[in-house]
């Protein structure tokens, strides 16, 4: 996701002519509006060429779509049925995932591309399926499917190995809602024995592992970084109240804590896992955005930033962030226009070394589709970068 949250900023920063080179600028705030009662995500590719999402058809039916600048918005059709939706896409844009219908009606999970067109990817031996996530390469497709006993089971897909259930955590049923930029992490949630939802990450050397809670019943994950070593998300504490939690397998689950009230959400993470964004309560139970850092803890980005806020206006959640921690997209009120809206906040800081010289020569990452100058670690995600041809940054 990081890698798609990425690029909507670049595209959005580029249509509204702001320069996104640097690492420390005056820190701006962009209002984008709004598209009408029936908007839906919409999931862009790493390199930002290939928007995919779903709209309504002429017939009336919801069907996925992939749009490019040269092509326009294609039409990606179903699986025989009459609707579909695009929830996923690799970082060309080349591969696409989500479900669509069968001639007997029943969603199915599907991968795209241009020359096979849409692909069944099968159940569990149920009726149903649904693909949520998908790697970097487009190799590794991740969701749910029903088996046999029509219970939910989050599974991981690639071509040699068909889709595989990955289990639940004692329960009957799991979903998998994000996977690492090279396939080998997945996460999502899955029952226990006592029928409570527990965020889950796996591994094929260590299987569906237990990330607990915060003392309560119920955790999902809303987030991971790039190489999979950071999940972030919510988990209710003894007092029955969510409250947002950064993982990691040293440091275990850990509570954000929330900004005076009682309850947080972590919804995204930056690339090396550092930074976390998200939304939490203050003392008076309204909403709020939220950055924390393990220096500075949680902020309230309506105190950090009130100088770029309009009287009356107000950040309520933050939903992602780049893989710098630079940008920060979100929903909030802006009382100039007396309407929720979404915007875009460059915090005119990069946290992460981005590197200064934008005329070194860099190589666009396979991975999370960022730049970096070392041709062995990406400086972002830790992992080896090749396969991609070297640029120029800054340049044609």
Same mark, same amino acid.
């Given at each position: ?17 702001? +320069? ?44 996925? $779509? ?18 579909? +939706? ?15 219908? &069968? ?6 999970? $599907? ?15 149920? /009726? %149903?399926? &649904? ?23 989050? $599974?991981? /897909? ?50 569906? +592992?237990?990330?607990? *809670?915060?003392?309560? !019943? ?24 969510? !409250? ?13 804590? *929330? ?35 393990? +220096?500075?803890g949680m902020e309230d980005l309506n105190i950090t930033y009130a100088s770029l806020l309009t009287p ?18 979100? $929903? ?8 929720? %809206? ?13 590197? %200064?010289?934008?005329t070194r020569v860099s190589i666009k990452c396979r991975w999370c589709g960022m730049d970096t100058e ?8 830790? !992992? ?13």
């Amino acid at each position: 996701m990081l890698r798609e949250i990425y690029s909507l900023i670049r595209a959005l920063l580029r249509a509204s002519g702001v +320069e996104t080179k640097g690492s420390s600028e005056q820190a701006t705030l962009t209002w984008l509006g709004t598209l009408g009662d029936d908007d839906q995500t919409l999931i862009i590719s790493a390199d930002g060429s290939v928007v995919v999402g779903w709209a309504e058809s002429a017939d009336g039916h919801q069907r996925a $779509f992939r749009w490019t600048a040269d092509g326009g918005m294609e039409d990606l059709g179903t699986l025989g049925g009459f609707q579909s +939706e695009a929830h996923g896409v690799s970082a060309d844009g080349s591969v696409v995932v989500g479900w669509a219908d &069968n001639a007997a009606g029943n969603p199915r999970a $599907f991968r795209w591309t241009a020359a096979t067109g849409m692909i069944d990817l099968g159940t569990l031996g149920g /009726w %149903e399926s &649904n693909a949520w996530g998908v790697s970097a390469d487009g190799s590794v497709v991740v969701g749910w499917a029903k088996n046999a006993d029509g219970h939910q089971r989050a $599974f991981r /897909w690639t071509a040699d190995g068909g889709m595989e259930d990955l289990g639940t955590l004692g329960g009957d049923c799991s979903l998998a809602t994000g996977v690492s930029a090279d396939g080998s992490v997945v996460v999502g949630w899955a029952k226990n024995v006592k029928g409570d939802k527990h965020a889950f990450r796996w591994t094929a050397d260590g299987g569906i +592992e237990d990330l607990g *809670t915060l003392g309560g !019943r119920e955790s999902t994950p809303e987030g991971i970084s790039a190489d999979g070593s950071v999940v972030v998300g919510w988990a209710e504490n003894a007092a029955g109240n969510p !409250r947002a939690f950064r993982w990691t397998a040293d440091g275990g689950m850990e509570a954000l804590g *929330t900004l005076g009230g009682d309850c947080s959400l972590a919804t995204g993470v930056s690339a090396d896992g550092s930074v976390v964004v998200g939304w939490a309560e203050n003392a008076e139970g309204d909403e709020r955005a939220f950055r924390w850092t393990s +220096e500075g803890g949680m902020e309230d980005l309506n105190i950090t930033y009130a100088s770029l806020l309009t009287p009356g206006s107000y950040l309520g959640q933050a939903i992602a962030i780049s893989p710098d921690g630079r940008y920060i997209v979100g $929903f909030g009120w802006n009382a100039a226009k007396k309407c929720d %809206e979404a915007f875009l906040l460059d915090t005119g800081i990069v946290l992460i070394d981005q590197r %200064e010289h934008d005329t070194r020569v860099s190589i666009k990452c396979r991975w999370c589709g960022m730049d970096t100058e070392d041709s062995t670690i990406c400086v972002w995600c830790k !992992r080896d970068p090749s396969g991609m041809q070297p640029h120029k940054r800054g340049g044609s």
